[in-house]
């Protein structure tokens, strides 16, 4: 009765955290700061993100989850210690046994079974009573309010930080499924490389994430954007500042972008006619941060000829599909990967 039902999307830049009856109630950037002399922790989500690049070498700020898993396990275990803690409380020691929260957590739909469990130990390390994983795509398509229990095709495409997933999900389960380890610090990347070739000038990755969120576009846009760039000239090594267009950041973008294209196509390429004729008639869904790119949409339907549109706040469709399977464990348990004890 006094259990909490909590889903967590672990993801390469943000964690979000879904409590049952209460919908989201953590939205918080996967960054930890540490101390280095004793290995504690100084600082989660937020306030660690806003140390990235600017600490003295005594504190070390770390991004745990690479790509979608595990990169460091001891840190991982301390995040997700805070984040169960903040919204489970910490009750009484002889009652934390019954009051331990039940929590599934969303994983990419191609790591190892190791992965699996290295998610799966952390959590219950952390204070879980139970932990359940859910294939990423999966849980957003269900956050997306797709009709994933109906036989008919229901194509996802989930964008996050480190890995893009195209799955097409009919009866509660993902029937075929692409994956490439690109998403948006990929895109970051693809800014700080194009700035340093073009003008030798170094820039950040909160810099260059600014950049992709104030003129970055997929497409060309109608009305050219400028955005002023502040870094340290390469040459010189002084700080210097330059102005950028919004068609140099789309010239920037273009080589992770194809590489999201491909994955979408190579998905749609094996999916079963049957449920090809669905996806064409009902279009694709996009969720994920790097979904909030704009044109993205744009650019997926004029590629693959498949209609494309953003699911509404596609950046916590994950963790409210987490949550929404764990409350419908019972249907949802055949879909699930089993992490043995």
Known sequence: MFEKHIGIDLGTVNVLVHVKGRGIVMHEPSVVAIRVRDNTMVAVGHEAYDMLGRTPESIEVARPIRDGVIADFVVTEAMLRYLIQTVAGNPNPLFRPLMRPKVMISTPRGVTSVEERAVHDAAMQAGAGAAYLIPEPLAAAYGAGLPIGTPTGNMVVDMGGGTTEAAVVSMYDIVVWSSVRIGGNRFDEAIINYIRKKYNLLIGEQTAEEIKIGIGSALPLEDERHIEVRGRDQVTGLPKIIQISSSEVTEALQEPLQAVVSTVRATLEKTPPELAADIIDRGMVLTGGSAQLRNIAQLLTQETGVPAYVAENPIACVA?????????????????PIVPD
Not at 325 to 335: F, G, K, Q, T, V
């Open 320 to 336: 409210l599909g987490a949550g929404r399977a764990l409350e419908n464990y019972e249907i949802m348990r055949r879909s699930l």
